[in-house]
């Protein structure tokens, strides 16, 4: 069976991973600044935009998740911008509850105070925030908070693509090695690809440290100056991603120890075992003997190369997304698992493009091993996928409201074109299977038999060769030029390997991109905490957002005499903060209903804040108010309106609220 490849220019690999390269970086200009995390501020006491009659001791935040802060993490600023706030900040966590404190100096004037504040989140990305309370009343205040967010700038940018390269080394490291064990193990002596291997390790490695160094200015400043605190590199080095990362530079070095085994004993080996090959069985038992060893060394380096990669993956899944949330049990190995797909996958697939083109004479046998490797690592990562995206969107709704579910469907479609140019990879794979032992001498004699005119050249220099070292020279590197022009046209000339060699350019071009939509997940908030934190309750149907203060009129029935009437309620200006309530009753015919009792109440179920009691003060016959209604946070709120008309009868009408 033959077939012929299609005249498509192959451009150079270099001027392709460039262009690529320039896309990701678009890219990541696209994306920088989306990093957010799903810690949020639910509760201060005093309230955002609250006035209070006397100066207060301290002030509380409370955070919906654990969150990592700095003595200097809450700033008070009094209305001329100087800090009030003094001593140490307080953990007051317990009971279910995150909530911090810091002191204030006593005698504070009147006036508008600001807070500002600034934490690290579970899942190790920054989070900040401010807001305003007053001592007597309101007033100026010249107060200035950051406009950056946190984690944004130049340091933010910085730090996403820094990650993006401890992602990519962490592919070429573990797939690279992958690839030589698994597929094709003379690669071990292959120069291309153990630069490739190596080249992952220093990656990994360079990235790490700078992660360590920018994690200071990351979560803090913000000012780059700030990488080489040493103070802040050991406030760091105490939280969870510093550990992690600090792992991480452990485990790298029990990687290099492995890269040293690989390409050096282990390749040897291999080398060794192949010549006795070559020279025939007449060596009696001393060949078995070899190929025991080098199965032995194959089985201890991929089991403890197994161990060391899992670990450095768990480094991730420890100190990101997967650690946080829902089900982080059967989250973090399934993340772990996915890592090592990916790596397996795209690192295995850019060693096998290194093969292609710098070593020509890699065998199909290998080509068709990672196929079969390919499969298996897409299968897993299609079931982990599945797994992730449901425990981080939630919903459907979620995958084209949120950031991350939209980045989400965008990896989904990059993944589709990989599949796709993995598909021809395959069928290219399998046309070299179908090759016949004749063919493949006949392409072997091709190779082997100059052409004319450059075998008479070579003659005419062998012929004056040793009369000068100059021409001698020269000729060297004339032969040199000739063998590898006539393996190139023999390689070109082979139409499946060209074609496979195209395919897999274009999947590791796609592969890259994926990368970095990867690496802007990572740091992009969940769709399922950020319904959560918008106030979009999953199962309920909430009223539309108001674009004014809310009003409502409800019909309710007590069920007893003169029980049947009209509810009608506002709130403005419905947002965070303070707020002013009305409540009216009226009978069937309209007018005034006075009633024994009408209480009402806020509930935030997507935060697990309240129910918040409200009980109105009666100005006039069916006309209740309340001047101080606090809403802590913006969200759907679940509103609960109460009226008793006797003793025994009463109704409670419900109602869902967009307030913020």
Request: hydrophobic content about 45%; some cysteine; overall charge negative.
């Amino acid at each position: 069976m033959t077939a012929t490849a299609p005249r498509i220019r192959q451009l150079p690999l270099i001027r392709v991973l460039f262009v690529t390269a320039v896309l990701v970086c678009g890219l990541f200009g696209t994306l920088s600044g989306t990093a957010s995390a799903h810690a949020a501020l639910t509760g201060s006491d005093p309230k955002d935009g609250a006035v209070v009659d006397v100066a207060p001791k301290d002030v509380t935040l409370t955070f919906s998740e654990q969150i990592a802060m700095g003595d200097n993490s809450i700033r008070v600023l009094d209305p001329s911008s100087k800090r009030v706030d003094v001593a140490k900040m307080r953990d007051l966590s317990g009971g279910g509850t995150v909530r911090y404190a810091v002191d204030l100096k006593p005698g504070l004037p009147d006036g508008t105070y600001t807070v500002a504040w600034q934490a690290v989140s579970a899942d190790s990305h920054p989070v900040s925030g401010a807001f305003t309370f007053s001592i007597g009343a309101p007033s100026e205040t010249t107060a200035t908070v950051p406009d950056q967010e946190a984690g944004g700038g130049l340091v933010g940018t910085l730090y996403d693509t820094v990650r993006y390269l401890s992602y990519a080394g962490f592919v070429l490291l573990v797939g690279g090695a992958a690839f030589i064990l698994a597929c094709w193990q003379r690669g071990a002596s292959v120069r291309p690809l153990q630069r490739l291997v190596v080249g992952g390790w220093v990656t990994l490695t360079a990235a790490t440290l700078v992660l360590l160094l920018l994690r200071t200015p990351y979560t803090g400043s913000g000012k780059l100056g700030d990488a080489f605190d040493l103070g802040g590199l050991a406030d760091v080095l105490d939280t969870k991603t510093g550990a992690a990362l600090v792992s991480r530079l452990l485990l790298l070095g029990a990687a290099a120890l492995f890269i040293a085994v690989l390409f050096g004993a282990y390749a040897k080996r291999v080398t060794e075992t192949e010549s006795e090959a070559d020279d025939g069985e007449g060596s009696g038992g001393t060949g078995s003997e070899a190929q025991k060893a080098k199965a032995d060394l194959t089985f201890g380096l991929g089991l403890g190369g197994t161990v060391v990669a899992a670990g450095i993956a768990g480094t991730w899944a420890l100190s990101e997304h997967a650690s946080t949330g829902i089900q982080t049990g059967l989250a973090m190995p399934l993340d772990v698992l996915h890592l090592l797909a990916v790596a397996a996958w795209l690192g295995g697939l850019v060693s096998l493009l290194t093969a292609l083109h710098r070593t020509p004479d890699i065998e199909r046998a290998a080509v068709r091993r990672f196929s079969r490797i390919a499969f298996t690592s897409v299968v897993v990562l299609a079931m982990t996928g599945l797994y992730q995206a449901w425990r981080q969107v939630g919903s459907w709704s979620a995958l084209t409201d949120t950031a991350y579910g939209q980045l989400l469907l965008a990896k989904v479609a990059l993944i589709a074109v990989l599949l796709c140019a993995a598909w021809f990879s395959r069928r290219w794979t399998g046309l070299l299977g179908e090759r016949t032992t004749t063919g493949t001498e006949a392409g072997t004699e091709a190779e082997a038999e100059p052409e004319a005119g450059e075998a008479e050249a070579e003659a005419g220099d062998e012929a004056g060769e040793g009369s000068d070292p100059e021409r001698a020279a020269q000729l060297a590197r004339q032969r040199t030029a000739l063998a590898t022009a006539r393996k190139k046209r023999v390689r070109d000339a082979d139409t499946e390997r060209s074609g496979l060699r195209r395919s897999v350019l274009i999947e590791a071009c796609v592969a890259l991109v994926v990368l970095a939509v990867t690496t802007a997940l990572t740091g992009t908030e969940p769709g399922r905490t950020q319904e959560q934190e918008a106030g979009r309750p999953g199962t309920e149907a909430a009223a539309p957002a108001p674009a004014r203060p809310i009003n409502l009129t409800e019909p309710f029935d007590t069920g007893g005499a003169n029980g049947k009437g009209t509810v009608r309620l506002t709130l403005d200006p419905a947002r965070s903060g303070n707020n002013l309530m009305h409540v009216w009753i009226d009978d069937p015919a309209g007018k005034p209903m006075d009633v024994p009792e009408v209480k009402v109440a806020y509930t935030l179920k997507s935060e697990q804040i309240g129910p918040l009691p409200i009980v109105p003060e009666r100005l006039a016959p069916g006309h209740w108010s309340a001047s101080s209604v606090q809403i802590p946070m913006p969200g759907d709120w679940h509103l609960q309106v109460t009226v008793r008309t006797s003793d025994i009868d009463q109704t409670t009408i419900e109602k869902n609220v967009k307030i913020g």
